[in-house]
């Protein structure tokens, strides 16, 4: 006996190979990018927290600044991209405003670099 043709064949559902293994390599490489880039952003934020810190103190000098920085460095051993010197500072509304910016280069894989430009200041607080 015949099955009848009104049922029709059910359309497989499901993923093939190729999809897995495609969606495999790029979340692999996505995950693979995140651990590469962490430490570039635990650096700047390490960076940013210094500067918030020290402009908070309110150095009476530039110099002052620099060197408060530079024993910060010595302490966070996270900062490695970027020295007193490297820093912008300001007073703004009779508030220390302590910039900086500076470029990291991810190695990724031989040549191939990811480019990341980092910039900050210390928040300004109001009196």
Do not use: C, H
Request: glycine letters at 8%.
């Amino acid at each position: 006996m015949k099955q009848s043709s009104s049922r029709g064949r059910r359309a497989q559902r499901g993923i093939t190979l190729f999809g897995l293994m495609f969606w495999g390599i790029v979340i692999g490489f996505l995950g693979y990018l995140l651990v590469r880039t962490l430490p570039t952003v635990n650096e700047y934020m390490t960076i940013q927290r210094a500067v918030t810190k020290i402009a908070a103190t309110s150095p009476s000098t530039v110099a002052e600044a620099r060197a408060a920085f530079d024993r910060q460095k010595d302490i966070e051993y996270a900062i490695s991209s970027i020295s007193g010197k490297d820093l912008s500072i300001t007073k703004e509304n009779d508030r220390v405003v302590i910039g900086f910016a500076y470029d990291k280069e991810v190695p990724i894989a031989g040549p191939v670099y990811l480019l990341i430009k980092y910039e900050g200041r210390s928040q300004v607080q109001s009196r």
